[in-house]
């Protein structure tokens, strides 16, 4: 079935450090990417996703590109801030059913210091 | 405009208590989802409404869990006799279609905690 791994946090940076978190996927056929991210204290919200291959979906300086070839769809940004300390889900949408429930990966804790 | 709401945001109850979660969807949403999220883990689909229909059930971990959306926004799951094991966040979406590439709006969740 369908799955997502992304890599295990949590990550610890300075600030205007560069960003990778990991997420690989497992799916039949074409599903959509997306990466939600959750602030302390708040609800899940999307930071960006990506319907089609070779899509890069950006938002608030965070980049991906979905990638079929290596089924993969990590994120990116170049310099962080102490605001982007956070858990960062990716997930894809299930193309099994025709509702798109997502899938989510096990999600990355960030931690950024000043 | 208002985002999706949840009640209670905490929960406590003893073992074999049953429990009611509410949701309130973004007005006008078609889609409405619900997820688990233990602890640690990321969310995990449980069911999925459409406006007042449930088409999508499959989810759901025992015949204990119950959800219903009978006039097509509000919803409601329901635990009877709750386990200890059903202590997570539980976590509704909703979205204005259904299609794979819509952004689903999340509501903050309901800690459950089973004594």
């Known amino acids: 079935g369908n799955s997502v791994t992304q890599m295990e946090g949590p990550v610890t940076l300075s600030e205007e450090a560069f960003l990778t978190i990991n997420c690989t996927y497992t799916?039949?056929?074409?599903?959509?990417l997306f990466w939600y991210v959750q602030y302390p204290g708040e609800g899940l919200q999307l930071l960006l996703k990506a319907t089609k291959a070779d899509d890069k979906g950006s938002n608030k300086g965070f980049e991906a590109t979905y990638r079929k070839e290596t089924t993969s769809f990590h994120l990116e940004k170049g310099s962080v801030q102490v605001s982007d300390s956070a858990v960062y889900f990716c997930a894809l949408s299930d193309n099994t059913r025709s509702q798109g429930n997502l899938i989510f990966g096990k999600g990355t804790k960030l931690s950024v210091k000043p | 405009g208002a985002g999706v709401s949840q009640s209670p945001r905490y929960k406590v109850a003893k073992r074999g208590q049953d429990v009611a979660l509410r949701c309130d969807p973004i007005?006008?949403?078609?889609?409405l989802f619900w997820y688990q999220q233990a602890l640690g883990q990321g969310p995990e689909f449980l069911t999925y409404f459409q406006n007042e229909a449930q088409l999508d059930k499959s989810g759901l971990p025992s015949d204990r869990f119950f959800a219903e959306r009978p006039e097509g926004s509000v919803s409601t799951l329901k635990i009877q006799r709750t386990q200890q094991e059903d202590s997570a966040v539980y976590l509704c979406?909703?979205?204005?279609?259904?299609?794979?590439?819509?952004?689903?709006?999340f509501g903050p969740g309901t800690r459950l905690t089973v004594l």
């Open positions: 979406a909703s979205s204005h279609r259904d299609r794979s590439y819509n952004e689903q709006f």
């Open positions: 799916a039949t056929g074409y599903p959509s």
């Open positions: 007005s006008g949403h078609v889609s």
